[in-house]
């Protein structure tokens, strides 16, 4: 099955047959949560920080005053919906999501490589077999995402990108576990 855009990643879910739960790490305003809940998800987990870091690059970066209304306003877009937010860094919040319980893994948080790759290899357990992990900013030379990609899949899956047509040109990228 072929994709073209992130928003159509739901389209793999129901192709593989995967469970309809989900999990978004570097949420943000909840743009892209807006999508996924398209998706007729069962559950949406949602990890993000919400909170300055004034060394990362990025969003994290921006006043803490960005954060608060974008949780805010996660919470509004996410309203009626079986989503669980869970504020904070990713790697303390791994424990709130069983093994093997996942049908997609959405990784956009830490663009370092090593936050990067932290965040791919403590997530992967929570797919199911055949499940998909998937993220942004493949593309992007500012970031060391495309780099934790490749060293992550290195000799255990392939990699499968897709340019964006948009300012930025991004990209993003998924694996089929």
Do not use: C
């Not at 398209?38 to 005053?65: C, V």
């Not at 990713?90 to 069983?98: C, E, G, N, V, Y």
């Not at 992967?124 to 077999?129: A, G, I, S």
């Not at 998909?132 to 593309?139: F, K, P, R």
Request: glycine share 8%.
């Amino acid at each position: 099955m072929q994709i073209h855009t992130r928003t159509e990643l739901g389209k793999l879910i129901d192709h593989f047959k995967l469970p309809r739960i989900a999990l978004e790490i570097g949420v943000a305003e909840g743009k892209f949560t807006e999508q996924m809940l398209k998706w007729n998800l069962e559950k949406l987990y949602l990890i993000d920080i919400w909170q300055q870091i004034t060394e990362q690059k990025g969003d994290a970066s921006h006043p803490q005053s960005w954060h608060d209304n974008n949780l805010k306003e996660v919470k509004e877009r996410t309203e009626g919906h079986n989503v669980v937010i869970l504020k904070g860094m990713s790697a303390f919040l791994t424990d709130h999501i069983p093994n093997n319980s996942l049908g997609l893994v959405y990784v956009d948080a830490d663009h370092s490589y090593q936050g990067a790759l932290a965040d791919l290899e403590r997530f992967l357990p929570k797919l199911v077999k055949g499940g998909i992990m998937a993220g942004h900013d493949y593309l992007s030379p500012d970031y060391g995402v495309e780099r934790a990609v490749n060293d992550f899949a290195k000799g255990r899956f392939e990699i499968n990108t897709i340019p964006e047509e948009d300012v930025y040109n991004a990209g993003f990228w998924f694996i089929k576990k």
